[in-house]
């Protein structure tokens, strides 16, 4: 865990504090969620998680060299204060506990008072290219934490595996009584899905009483499944010779 730390660009008052944590997953569910959070409530960067063993790489965005793994904060509706941690690529397995424990060690000395992590998955049996409701549940660490999602009405994860960063946070919150929510929404495996991260946001918004405009991302899940059959039309032909074209996303 020594290798991986945080520097903060300034220092902030972060006391009662929503933190997000935004790590790739099923889907690019949290990955998606957390970028259009930081757009959309127009978040400011105040710190970034090194090590040397992640990619050695910047990610330049109008201008700017940025750090594979940032930490933005503002606030929203009757200034609520929310963090967001967000990373440009999965951590290795190694990686994962020194992260998770960094995180949640810098969480309680903020004094934040809640930490969510948003995750895709996949569910068996259900057709993933069905355009109807997405579902989305979440499960909490704490008692306190699991009332609260009975008190807003959100489905609860009863059953299953949650790996990665997610899974290890749930655990040091359960260990240590840290409220923990982490929010699993359905999830395309094989592209991303923005109505998942959506679905996710929907959560989120709920949990922490505000609202957010998730319109956008509909619309970009539109665009995305469209593009996805025209290619898939296209490939019909060709899969017999190995020659199926590799769809876009964003281009």
């Not at 400011?44 to 940032?70: D, M, N, W, Y």
């Given at each position: 865990?020594?290798?991986?730390?945080?520097?903060?660009?300034?220092?902030?008052?972060?006391?009662?504090?929503?933190?997000?944590?935004?790590?790739?997953?099923?889907?690019?569910?949290?990955?998606?969620?957390?970028?259009?959070?930081?757009?959309?409530?127009?978040?400011?960067?105040?710190?970034?998680?090194?090590?040397?063993?992640?990619?050695?790489?910047?990610?330049?965005?109008?201008?700017?060299?940025?750090?594979?793994?940032?930490?933005?904060?503002?606030?929203?509706?009757?200034?609520?204060?929310?963090?967001?941690?967000?990373?440009?690529?999965?951590?290795?397995?190694?990686?994962?506990?020194?992260?998770?424990?960094?995180i949640m060690n810098w969480v309680k000395d903020k004094g934040c008072k809640l930490l969510?992590?948003?995750?895709?998955?996949?569910?068996?049996?259900?057709?993933?290219?069905?355009?109807?409701?997405?579902?989305?549940?979440?499960?909490?660490?704490?008692?306190?934490?699991?009332?609260?999602?009975?008190?807003?009405?959100?489905?609860?994860?009863?059953?299953?595996?949650?790996?990665?960063?997610?899974?290890?946070?749930?655990?040091?919150?359960?260990?240590?009584?840290?409220?923990?929510?982490?929010?699993?929404?359905?999830?395309?495996?094989?592209?991303?899905?923005?109505?998942?991260?959506?679905?996710?946001?929907?959560?989120?918004?709920?949990?922490?009483?505000?609202?957010?405009?998730?319109?956008?991302?509909?619309?970009?899940?539109?665009?995305?499944?469209?593009?996805?059959?025209?290619?898939?039309?296209?490939?019909?032909?060709?899969?017999?010779?190995?020659?199926?074209?590799?769809?876009?996303m964003y281009g």
């Amino acid at each position: 865990m020594d290798d991986v730390q945080i520097c903060n660009f300034e220092e902030v008052d972060l006391k009662d504090a929503t933190v997000i944590a935004g790590f790739p997953s099923i889907g690019l569910v949290s990955t998606i969620a957390a970028n259009y959070l930081i757009d959309a409530l127009n978040l400011k960067q105040i710190g970034c998680i090194t090590s040397s063993q992640f990619p050695a790489l910047s990610v330049v965005h109008t201008g700017e060299p940025l750090s594979p793994v940032r930490i933005y904060y503002g606030t929203h509706g009757a200034g609520r204060k929310i963090v967001i941690f967000v990373s440009e690529f999965k951590p290795k397995p190694n990686l994962i506990n020194a992260i998770s424990e960094t995180i949640m060690n810098w969480v309680k000395d903020k004094g934040c008072k809640l930490l969510i992590s948003p995750e895709g998955m996949v569910v068996e049996g259900k057709n993933t290219d069905d355009e109807g409701n997405v579902e989305a549940y979440a499960i909490g660490s704490t008692e306190n934490a699991r009332n609260t999602l009975l008190a807003k009405d959100i489905p609860q994860f009863k059953n299953g595996i949650i790996a990665g960063v997610s899974g290890v946070l749930l655990n040091i919150g359960k260990q240590s009584n840290f409220e923990v929510i982490s929010i699993l929404s359905e999830a395309h495996p094989n592209y991303p899905d923005a109505r998942a991260a959506a679905a996710a946001i929907n959560v989120i918004a709920l949990i922490m009483g505000v609202e957010i405009n998730v319109t956008p991302l509909y619309e970009e899940s539109e665009r995305i499944e469209k593009q996805l059959q025209k290619f898939h039309k296209q490939a019909k032909p060709l899969v017999s010779t190995g020659q199926a074209p590799q769809p876009s996303m964003y281009g």
